[in-house]
């Protein structure tokens, strides 16, 4: 394995190298992943959580969530040498059995798969602007009161995303972060008003 492998940053597997796809994924890098784990309001929900990480790309977010107790994960790509990776990792990781990784687009999971999450990654490619899916989302998946969903985005440049809204459907935007060229915006589920 190269030394330049990525690594679990935090919980029990911290450390623990991963695999990467070849080519076609941007995954979240180790200082990412701390940013977004490391946050009480993201963090404190973590353990014993249900977590759907769409776009999972290589599944590092996902991989991260269980390493630090999340009870389950399922992951949706439709890169097929990304799931692969994803299912890899997974294995050597001794995760399968807390895991399913669904090949297929995004947008067709909330019909095909049965969802119940507390904890949601919604990490598009940057010239993808997920609001239509995070719509689709709210109005589809029984989202719990206090479940988290955590949106990375890009700023800047040619793919740049429109900003998105303080609210979307339950899912009320309570956090957004800038890092380099993007952006984390963390919203929570609220009872409907």
Excluded at 106 to 113: D, G, L, P, Q, T
Excluded at 160 to 165: A, I
Aim: glycine share 10%.
């Amino acid at each position: 394995m190269s030394r330049s492998q990525p690594r679990i940053a935090g919980g029990h597997l911290s450390g623990r190298r991963l695999r990467t796809p070849a080519s076609g994924t941007r995954p979240a890098t180790a200082i990412i992943r701390s940013a977004i784990f490391d946050r009480p309001d993201i963090g404190g929900v973590v353990a014993g959580a249900r977590v759907l990480d769409l776009y999972a790309g290589a599944g590092y977010l996902g991989i991260e969530a269980l390493s630090r107790g999340a009870a389950s994960v399922d992951f949706v790509e439709r890169n097929g040498p990304a799931c692969a990776v994803i299912r890899r990792n997974l294995d050597e990781l001794g995760l399968t059995e807390r895991a399913r990784v669904h090949r297929l687009p995004v947008e067709r999971c909330f019909s095909r798969i049965p969802l119940d999450p507390d904890l949601i990654f919604i990490d598009p490619p940057y010239r993808v602007d997920a609001r239509a899916v995070i719509e689709t989302l709210v109005d589809r998946v029984s989202l719990p009161e206090g479940s988290i969903a955590v949106w990375r985005r890009q700023t800047s440049g040619s793919g740049g995303v429109t900003p998105p809204p303080a609210r979307i459907g339950d899912l009320v935007r309570i956090d957004q972060r800038r890092y380099g060229d993007g952006a984390i915006d963390t919203y929570r589920a609220e009872a409907p008003t």
